[in-house]
Nanobody, 128 residues
Framework: QVQLVESGGGLVQAGGSLRLSCVASGRTFNNYVMGWFRQAPGKEREFVATISRNGIITYYADSGKGRFTISRDNFKNTVYLQMNSLKPEDTADYYC?????????????????????WGQGTQVTVSS
C-alpha cells in the first residue's frame, strides 16, 4: 500500500502558476502509475494528468494541455503538477492518485476507477 499527501495548493491570480507536490510513503513508488485529478464544487471528479512508472509517458486532459506538466522523482517518492497560465475554471480540489493496475513501464491511466490510492486533496483557487 501507499499513502499519498498533496501540498502546494493555494490562492493565485489568473495567469499565475502553482506547483503541486504529492509525496508517497513506502519503498515501491516506482511500481505505481500516478495521476492527478480535480473536483470543482458541484462537479464530478475529472482527470487532469497521468505519468508512467518510468516518467517517460505523460497524458493530459485537453483542459490542461500546454499549461500543465506532470513529472515524478522516483528517488524522492514524489509526483508533481506544474500549472501555468491558470484560469478561474481551474479552481478545484486537486488529488493525486496511484495505481499498480496498468501493465508495463510505459503506461498511464486517465480512468479514476483504476486508481486504488488517493491523497486527501489540496485546494487551488484562481481569482479573476
Amino acid at each position: 500500500q501507499v499513502q499519498l499527501v498533496e501540498s502546494g495548493g493555494g490562492l493565485v491570480q489568473a495567469g499565475g502558476s502553482l506547483r503541486l507536490s504529492c509525496v508517497a510513503s513506502g519503498r515501491t513508488f516506482n511500481n505505481y502509475v500516478m495521476g492527478w485529478f480535480r473536483q470543482a464544487p458541484g462537479k464530478e471528479r475529472e482527470f487532469v494528468a497521468t505519468i508512467s512508472r518510468n516518467g517517460i509517458i505523460t497524458y493530459y486532459a485537453d483542459s490542461g494541455k500546454g499549461r500543465f506538466t506532470i513529472s515524478r522523482d522516483n528517488f524522492k517518492n514524489t509526483v508533481y503538477l506544474q500549472m501555468n497560465s491558470l484560469k478561474p475554471e481551474d479552481t478545484a480540489d486537486y488529488y493525486c492518485a496511484g495505481t499498480t493496475r496498468p501493465a508495463g513501464s510505459y503506461s498511464g491511466s486517465s480512468r479514476s476507477g483504476e486508481y486504488d490510492y488517493w491523497g486527501q486533496g489540496t485546494q487551488v483557487t484562481v481569482s479573476s
